[in-house]
């Protein structure tokens, strides 16, 4: 059983479980009696196709491509320059700027940017930290000046600066298209595997981060609900407070002084969240991203307006209840009531016709997927590949939390799609290419040490 479990036929057969659901959702959603099969599910046949193709030629691809020079300027200048072209030559649909059309078919840039933050992080931090006792080689003399020591530290992590920066420019650059999902996603990806690496992130320290951004938020309250004449008397309070409670914490648990720091960092980032949020709302949203927050917070409000997308779908997905309405026979769907369905709503299609059970085999498949790539994860000595199966099981994470989140009305709408299902062409794509490197890895390490008890909570441990 485990070797079943394990294999990669198992891994194929869940992917195209997925690509089935994928059909029956999009050839459901787009049927109509003048066109019964639409060229959106023509498209998708095609992209899983390719998609299949890609997954078997990478099976049989030396993983050693991904750290070649070549390999590495190519992907990000072409990332680059792609998202440059989305926002000055770019298809527009409503406010959003986010596809190229190349006369073929849609390019979507984003899609593609989740998958390079991965490997630009693992890029970044491919070379184990040297250690900053080779400092100390350094004459005496020669420590005072700062300038020295400065160069020093540049020298030994110039490829993390590098490639961080180039992250980061590709964060801004998503952004600037109005694709507020995509930029979280990719910012949830980029931070992960930050602190990954950075920080030594056992449960521990988890759960330090945790409470003191939990602690920094608290605090906020206080501070804004507090009625002292003077600013800096808040202030000191709160200072006060944080060395009271919080920095002892960190003594007792005896954590590394960088993670105190961090612990620091998260608090005073938690502590600003407030005015952070309130920024970020009245100067850098769109309206339509506000109306998406505000009918996620106010669900009864313009029921015909802002909230119908969100409120459709979650009459869809709970109609179904235990075993559906059966194929196309839901209102939502026969009825044409629950616009984008295809790609923003797929798991409530799926939930109206399958109903609970159907939902749960759409999940459970997603669920052996992170399995897999965990084992696999867990299998790899290389700190490069670790890293990239860790960025894209975040990315496959994200992208189905999010969409089944807003589709059952627990997130706000960001017009995520749900991985392989939903339609689109550059994410099949992406996903299928994530899927290749994922079992190109599983073939070069199929003589790995393995492992009898798998402890996934190390997941989250940088290999030293």
Known sequence: MKNIVESRAMFLLSIVLLMLFGIVNIFTTTFTKSEQIS?????QLVF????????????????????????????????????????????????????????????????????????????????????MNTFRNVSS??????????????????????????????????????SLGNTIIILLIFTCLLIRNIFNTKA??????????????????????????????????????????????????KLKFKLILLITFIFVISFFIPRIITFL????????????????????????????????????????????????NGKIISEKLLPYAHTDFAFATIGEQFGFIGSIVLMSTYFYIFHYILLVFYKTESLF??????????????????????????LPVTGMTLPLVSYGGTSVIVYCISFGIVMSIKSNNYNAMKIKNIDFSKVFIRNN
């Open 39 to 43: 060229n959106d599910v023509k498209n």
């Open 48 to 131: 899983y196709a390719i998609g299949l193709l890609i997954i078997f030629f990478m099976n049989y691809l030396p993983v050693s491509i991904f750290l070649s020079n070549k390999f590495k300027i190519t992907i990000l200048v072409i990332q680059i320059i792609l998202l440059v072209l989305v926002l000055t030559n770019g298809i527009k649909v409503g406010v959003a700027q986010r596809w190229l059309d190349t006369g073929i078919f849609y390019i979507q840039p984003a899609e593609i940017a989740k998958l390079v933050i991965a490997l630009c992080i693992s890029w970044a931090f491919n070379k184990k930290q040297k250690s």
């Open 141 to 178: 003399s020669n420590k005072k000046h700062i300038f020295l020591y400065t160069t020093h530290l540049l020298q030994n992590n110039i490829d993390k600066i590098v490639y961080i920066s180039i992250s980061i420019l590709i964060i801004i650059l998503v952004f600037l298209q109005n």
């Open 204 to 253: 521990i320290y988890l759960f330090s981060l945790m409470f003191s951004a939990i602690t920094g938020l608290l605090l906020a309250y206080v501070f804004y609900s507090m009625e002292l004449p003077n600013s800096l008397d808040k202030i000191l309070l709160i200072l006060l407070l944080y060395i009271i409670f919080l920095f002892p914490i960190g003594i007792l648990l």
């Open 281 to 328: 709302y009245d100067n850098i949203l769109i309206d339509y991203q506000k109306n998406r927050i505000i009918g996620f917070l106010n669900p009864n409000i313009d029921y015909l307006g802002i909230n119908w997308q969100r409120n459709q779908a979650i009459i869809a997905f709970g109609s179904g209840r235990l075993f559906g309405h059966g194929l196309m």
């Open 385 to 410: 590949f670790r890293n990239v199966l860790f960025g894209i099981f975040l990315l496959i994470f994200f992208n189905v939390i999010q969409h089944i989140g807003m589709n059952i009305g627990v």
